[in-house]
């Protein structure tokens, strides 16, 4: 019984270590796998938060401003008698060793103060929008390297089976040969083209084995899996039939593309870069409070009425009248920094342009290129239909049987592998139109 139960747990235990060992995964599990893990997309969160933090501390600045003290003095009096004019009656005489204690009690409320609060806040709020605007671009990075890495990846895996179904070939007709020159029909140079033919599949086997195992290992990284795990795709959809209007990308492009809209909001922090400096001509007015507890005894608590505790309301005023000319460089400076990001506008947009009609004309380069491909292998297909058909005919000899079903299986690479490059052209135009999507 203890036998069994054993062996019922060492199956189930091989069954989950083998269920975590692989895994299927469609495009789109990868891509919400690739965003829930990814460390930068936790980075790019952490850098939002901070900039919520400096928004909040823009805020405080709205409270009034308390401060308290109290301190331990020990004097030695100079002079030991005074005397105040129309304050004291008889002159009043003082200790030599006079200990007194302090206290201070202030609040300042700033009534105006040029609108610094205003702008102060401004700033802030426009540093969070730009945070959130750099997470979403990372979102986007982070999807398009998911998606090429994920179709990279299914480029080796199509390129491993064609291999292998030209090895399946190979053998066959390796073993039909080698059987043909047992009964004196081919010569044993027919077989050894063939076993180098062989040969050569194996070694292509080797490197694209190696191939997957590094472009696994990377994809297992990316997306935040164990590195031992085997990822399985099923069937990619390519995609080589997208109809896309290049005035349609580029008004998208106009609207999403990150560096028009990061370029937007440090026009508006200019704006208000501008307008501080401006204010900062302006005086400030404050409300002030305060309350002061002085004991001359040298106790802590005094045991007399002994002791002055004044309280204070005022109101203030200031004015750097000196601004009025200081400033006047420091706006001209800002006002050109305003207008060197209309520039930098200007020449991104250009420079999107530019991306999007490249992408374009990749992407339906890449189409025309599947179209001669399909039709260089029907080309191959029927070549080497032909050349067998010769051959059991003793028409053609054994290079050339060889080489019709060489170019045949290289026509079937190189159609997979233009399908799959298609498909990342297309993720490319929408990477350049700033919104990348499956």
């Known amino acids: 019984m203890e036998k069994k139960l054993a062996g019922v747990l060492c199956f ?86 006079f200990p ?28 969070v929008q730009l ?31 064609i291999v292998a179904q030209n090895m399946q070939d190979v053998q066959s007709k390796l073993e039909e040969i080698t ?41 297992d990284i990316i997306l935040g899996l164990p590195d031992t795990t085997t990822i399985m795709l099923p069937p990619v959809t390519y995609r080589v039939n997208e109809q896309l209007v290049f ?16 370029i937007g909001y440090q026009t508006k922090l200019a704006d208000i870069n501008v307008k501080q400096i401006h204010d900062k001509r302006l005086p400030t007015v404050a409300a002030s409070g305060g309350m002061y507890y002085i004991n001359p005894t040298g106790q802590v ?22 601004t009025l000319y200081t400033n006047k460089n420091k706006e001209r400076e800002a ?28 992407y339906q380069s890449a189409l025309e290129k599947i179209k001669v491909l399909e039709v260089a292998v029907s080309q191959a297909q029927e070549n080497e239909r032909i050349t067998e058909s010769k051959f059991r005919n003793n028409l053609v000899n054994t290079t050339d049987r060889i080489d019709a079903q060489t170019q045949l299986y290289q026509a079937r690479v190189n159609l997979e592998l233009a399908k799959s490059d298609a498909t990342i052209s297309y993720y490319d135009v929408l990477k350049a139109t700033g919104k990348v999507h499956i």
Request: charged residues 25%.
């Open 12 to 97: 189930l235990l091989f069954t989950i270590l083998a269920s975590d060992a692989q895994r299927t995964l469609t495009m789109d599990e990868a891509v919400q796998l690739g965003l829930q893990n990814s460390k930068q997309l936790k980075r790019s969160q952490d850098k939002i938060d901070e900039a919520l933090t400096r928004l909040d501390q823009a805020r405080d600045l709205k409270y009034p401003n308390a401060k308290v003290s109290f301190q331990y003095l020990h004097a030695l009096m100079l002079s030991r008698v005074i005397q105040i004019p129309g304050v004291t009656k008889d002159p009043i005489k003082l200790p030599f060793d």
């Open 100 to 127: 007194a204690y302090m206290g201070t009690l202030s609040v300042t409320e700033p009534i105006f103060n040029g609108n610094q609060f205003k702008y102060a806040k401004q700033s802030a709020d426009l540093m």
């Open 131 to 161: 945070s959130r605007l750099d997470a979403d671009k990372d979102k986007d990075d982070i999807t398009y390297l998911v998606i090429t890495s994920y179709l990279n990846y299914d480029k080796i895996l199509q390129n491993m089976l």
């Open 179 to 219: 059987k043909y020159e047992s009964q004196g029909l081919a010569t044993q140079n027919d077989v050894l083209r063939y076993q180098l033919q062989k040969s050569q599949q194996q070694l292509t086997e080797i490197e694209l084995e190696n191939n997957r195992k590094i472009a696994n290992y990377n994809l």
């Open 247 to 262: 005035t349609d990308l580029l008004q998208t492009a106009e609207t999403n593309r990150r560096e028009l809209q990061d």
């Open 301 to 322: 608590i005094p045991t007399r009425n002994n002791l002055i505790a004044p309280v204070t309301l005022g109101i203030g005023a200031s004015w750097d009248i000196g």
């Open 335 to 362: 006002a050109v920094q305003r207008r060197e990001l209309n520039t930098a506008r200007d020449q991104t947009l250009d420079d999107i342009k530019q991306d999007v009609h490249k992408q374009f004309i990749l």
